[in-house]
């Protein structure tokens, strides 16, 4: 990997961190996350073990972080529970919530850690990038924006194919164990599941990498961070007054994936509405009220 810094190979392979962001330093262009970026793959001077370390940390720590306020409002029904969307149904039990973490864990080392460990070759193999500086603002935003709508996409279909039967009893019937799901669960689903549906989020960066050559590993952990708190959002149980979904109408939010738990049939999609909507398979007795309108 090529820095553009003023270092010697000499001073990274004894260097400590403090050292090595200080070294970061020389470059005054950089900012905080830069030089830290450098200084992570200086340390561990070896790009497959570094990349992966950042993955996997991001990824254990910003999932159960964005599940802890699930937890606490489950936690204090005082507070909460008139925003409980299935608001009739017991919180899930510390016992519950307990053995979906101990899955989810399961499922993050044995499934998702190896796929982790593959990342770096493939993303090499199709040209992303992972040098410093990092991509302005503007163009992450616009290549977060399109990989959520090419995930949406992909989701919805082979999602409606997972409710297929065979698919169903084969892949698809562990995520459907909760019929009221709590942020936990939105990880909860067999090995097959996790790789096929995953291939929705990490398959749009690598092809736009491919063909620009302009995708960063940095616009690649935003856009699976942003994803993952979709998801535990979506899984949450709660709909707020400040849910995304009331500022921006074709997000589906918790209101939305909550019904495909509850009705079982419809809202497939994971992120927006437009797919359901226009395939007629929005869930529950409001797809009836649209179906009945057309
Ligand atoms: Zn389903
Ligand atoms: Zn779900």
């Given at each position: 990997?090529?820095?553009?810094?003023?270092?010697?190979?000499?001073?990274?392979?004894t260097?400590?961190?403090?050292?090595?962001?200080?070294l970061?330093?020389?470059?005054?262009?950089?900012?905080?996350?830069?030089k830290?970026?450098?200084?992570h793959?200086a340390?561990w001077?070896?790009?497959?073990?570094a990349?992966?370390?950042i993955?996997?940390?991001?990824?254990?720590?910003?999932?159960?972080?964005?599940?802890?306020?699930w937890?606490?409002?489950d936690?204090?029904?005082?507070?909460?529970?008139?925003?409980?969307?299935?608001d009739?149904?017991a919180p899930?039990?510390a016992?519950?919530?307990?053995s979906?973490?101990k899955?989810?864990l399961?499922i993050?080392?044995?499934?998702?850690?190896?796929m982790?460990v593959?990342?770096?070759?493939?993303?090499e193999?199709?040209?992303?990038?992972?040098?410093?500086?990092?991509?302005?603002?503007?163009?992450?935003?616009?290549?977060?924006?399109?990989?959520?709508?090419?995930?949406?996409?992909y989701?919805y279909?082979?999602?409606r194919?997972f409710?297929w039967?065979p698919?169903?009893?084969?892949i698809h019937?562990?995520?459907h164990?909760?019929a009221?799901?709590f942020?936990?669960?939105?990880e909860?689903?067999?090995?097959w599941e996790?790789?096929?549906?995953?291939?929705g989020?990490?398959?749009?960066?690598l092809?736009?990498?491919?063909?620009t050559?302009?995708?960063?590993?940095?616009?690649v952990?935003?856009?699976?961070?942003l994803?993952?708190?979709?998801?535990?959002?979506?899984?949450?149980?709660?709909?707020?007054?400040?849910?995304?979904?009331?500022?921006?109408?074709?997000?589906?939010g918790?209101?939305w994936?909550?019904?495909?738990h509850?009705?079982?049939?419809?809202?497939?999609?994971s992120?927006?509405?437009?797919?359901?909507?226009?395939?007629?398979t929005?869930?529950?007795?409001?797809g009836?009220?649209?179906?009945?309108?057309?």
């Amino acid at each position: 990997m090529d820095f553009h810094l003023n270092s010697t190979v000499a001073a990274q392979a004894t260097a400590s961190y403090p050292e090595l962001f200080a070294l970061a330093g020389q470059n005054p262009n950089l900012s905080w996350l830069e030089k830290a970026w450098w200084t992570h793959y200086a340390y561990w001077d070896n790009d497959i073990i570094a990349t992966g370390i950042i993955t996997f940390l991001a990824h254990e720590i910003l999932y159960f972080a964005r599940c802890i306020p699930w937890i606490i409002a489950d936690a204090l029904p005082g507070l909460f529970h008139r925003y409980k969307i299935q608001d009739k149904k017991a919180p899930p039990s510390a016992k519950e919530q307990w053995s979906c973490v101990k899955y989810i864990l399961a499922i993050h080392f044995i499934v998702e850690l190896p796929m982790i460990v593959l990342f770096h070759p493939m993303m090499e193999f199709f040209g992303l990038k992972y040098a410093i500086p990092f991509p302005d603002l503007k163009t992450i935003a616009i290549q977060i924006a399109i990989f959520f709508f090419v995930e949406d996409t992909y989701h919805y279909w082979l999602h409606r194919a997972f409710h297929w039967g065979p698919l169903y009893r084969s892949i698809h019937r562990v995520h459907h164990q909760y019929a009221a799901p709590f942020g936990l669960t939105a990880e909860y689903a067999s090995p097959w599941e996790t790789m096929l549906l995953g291939l929705g989020t990490i398959g749009p960066p690598l092809v736009l990498g491919s063909f620009t050559g302009e995708v960063h590993l940095m616009t690649v952990l935003a856009w699976v961070a942003l994803r993952q708190f979709q998801a535990i959002d979506a899984h949450s149980g709660y709909d707020f007054p400040w849910s995304l979904r009331r500022i921006f109408p074709l997000w589906g939010g918790s209101d939305w994936h909550d019904d495909h738990h509850r009705y079982f049939r419809g809202n497939y999609s994971s992120s927006f509405k437009h797919w359901d909507v226009l395939m007629g398979t929005v869930a529950g007795p409001r797809g009836k009220k649209m179906r009945k309108e057309e």
